[in-house]
Antibody, heavy 118, light 108 residues
């Protein structure tokens, strides 16, 4: 059974960099899927941030591309998100997910809440 | 970028009602669309993929239809546990994906 688990600091100061890791179990990330990050601000909808393919190719939301970095570590079977220069508007629940080209997004992590505050 | 317009943004209905939610894509996305249900404090759960394929374990009162630019999610007879927020998601532009804005389904 494929499981994804986010981890990282729950509190980040304004202007600093948010860093999260998604650990994948039950499945190799070195396979033909993309691994993505999605967030949900309090009371709002879902926003895709970016994804990385098993090849290492990355794709970002055009509204955030200058601040987002997604990377892959196949040796640890995890992938990571970095979001720089955060503000209060980046306060959200952050989810990692597996996305297939044929059937779309099929597995979510449970989500982790990140608050941006001094 | 492909934009997904979901309607209505909120909906009040009663147990037993038939409910329909619509998503329109800004361009042809074939059948590369899924529907998700989200309850408060939980990760979304996939109900439908491939526009009309029911996810294993999902009750048959949920159904999806459409292709190209217009898609619908129908709940044939609302149950108490169905009151939640629903999202569509396109993956035609894979690996880029786009969500609809969501539909909050409330008890009348």
């Amino acid at each position: 059974q494929v499981q994804l688990q986010e981890s990282g600091p729950a509190l980040v100061k304004p202007s600093e960099t948010l860093s999260l890791t998604c650990t994948v179990s039950g499945f190799s990330i070195n396979s033909y899927y993309s691994w993505g990050w999605i967030r949900q601000p309090p009371g709002k909808g879902l926003e895709w941030l970016g994804s990385i393919l098993h090849s290492g190719s990355v794709y970002y939301n055009s509204s955030l591309w200058s601040r987002v970095t997604v990377s892959l570590d196949t040796s640890k079977n995890h992938f990571s998100l970095r979001l720089s220069s955060v503000t209060a508007a980046d306060t959200a629940v952050y989810y990692c997910a597996r996305i297939g080209d044929k059937d779309g997004l099929d597995v979510w992590g449970q989500g982790t809440t990140v608050t941006v505050s001094s | 970028d492909i934009r997904m317009t979901q309607s209505p943004s909120s909906l009040s209905a009663s147990v037993g009602d038939r409910v329909t939610i619509t998503c329109r894509a800004s361009q042809d996305i074939r059948n590369e669309l899924g529907w998700f249900q989200q309850k408060p404090g939980k990760a979304p759960k996939r109900l439908i993929y491939g526009a009309s394929i029911l996810q294993s374990g999902v009750p048959s009162r949920f159904s999806g239809s459409g292709s190209g630019r217009e898609f619908t999610l129908t709940i044939s007879s609302l149950q108490p546990e169905d009151f939640a927020t629903y999202y569509c998601l396109q993956h035609n532009s894979y690996p880029r994906i786009t969500f609809g804005q969501g539909t909050r389904l409330e008890i009348k």
